[in-house]
Nanobody
């Protein structure tokens, strides 16, 4: 029903920036809340940011607030995560997620991408 493909990850030095891109397939993209979650080696999956279907409401975990910005372009079926002032603790595989429910998308979303690796060196 919804297919998600992430890109934009890479290796950066602390303090650097990356922009992650999630390309979605499906005519119902604009009806879904979207989120970014991440998983560091040996750790559980962690909520990063979420955005409602219209892009009018955004949510962030405290540790990334002010540094990361989630946005979406429904005309392009795309969601973005602009990451600035990156820290080594941001190192993780970042996944794009989609769900009709803005609350559920942060925990148990209906759809996941395959992830993109973000590595921040100190």
């Amino acid at each position: 029903q919804v297919q998600l493909v992430e890109s934009g990850g890479g290796l950066v030095q602390a303090g650097g920036s990356l922009r992650l891109i999630c390309a979605a397939s499906g005519r119902t993209f604009s009806n879904y809340a979207m989120a970014w979650v991440r998983q560091a080696p040996g750790k559980g999956r962690e909520f990063v940011a979420a955005i409602n279907w219209s892009g009018t409401n955004t949510y962030y975990r405290h540790s990334v607030k002010g540094r990361f910005t989630i946005s979406r372009d429904n005309a392009k079926n795309t969601v973005y995560l602009q990451m600035n002032s990156l820290k080594p603790e941001d190192t993780a595989v970042y996944y794009c997620a989609a769900d009709p429910n803005i609350i559920k998308v942060a925990t148990t979303p209906d759809y996941w991408g395959q992830g993109t690796q973000v590595t921040v060196s100190s």
